[in-house]
């Protein structure tokens, strides 16, 4: 199964980002450079090679974050193309809590780390969910969003 890890980035101004990482955009870079060359090797130029290219090469484009932006004190969650995205801005006052859940699902009780922000106005927002794997620094992120936006942070193993 694919998965999107979100990668925890902390910038010397005092904000920080969890967002897509770097590792991502080069997986479809690469993918994209590899069918150019193999079409340009091949004696024709086919329709699908070329459509899986742009798919790659979009791909490589998407973006996902959440950043906390001390001086402004916003909270803002950006997702799609570079060029064209959504923009959302959240008042930190409308954060009640911060949930960091780790869990096992399946007959394999394969293990998974959520984190949420418990919103006043929309319910749970799930920031990121992903398998849990040794170097995860979700729970890093967990605290340093509570810290910035001065709310209660739940840590459950279950």
Not at 7 to 32: K, M, P, Q
Not at 124 to 137: K, V
Request: proline fraction near 3%.
């Amino acid at each position: 199964m694919f998965e999107l890890k979100l990668h925890f980035r902390r910038e010397a101004d005092g904000s920080f980002r969890l967002r897509l990482a770097n590792g991502f955009r080069l997986t479809f870079v690469g993918l994209a450079i590899f069918i150019a060359a193999a079409m340009l090797g091949a004696e024709s130029i086919s329709p699908v090679g070329v459509g899986l290219m742009v798919i790659s090469l979009m791909a490589a484009l998407f973006d996902e974050s959440w950043a906390w932006h001390p001086a402004s004190q916003r909270l803002e969650r950006r997702i799609g193309l570079i060029f064209l995205y959504r923009h959302y801005v959240l008042d930190p006052q409308d954060i009640m809590a911060i949930e960091l859940r780790r869990f096992g699902v399946g007959t394999a009780h394969r293990r998974l780390v959520r984190l949420n922000l418990e919103h006043g106005k929309t319910g749970t927002i799930t920031l990121e969910c992903h398998r849990l794997y040794p170097g995860d620094n979700l729970a890093e992120a967990a605290h340093a969003f509570a810290q910035a936006l001065k709310c209660p942070l739940t840590e459950l193993d279950a």
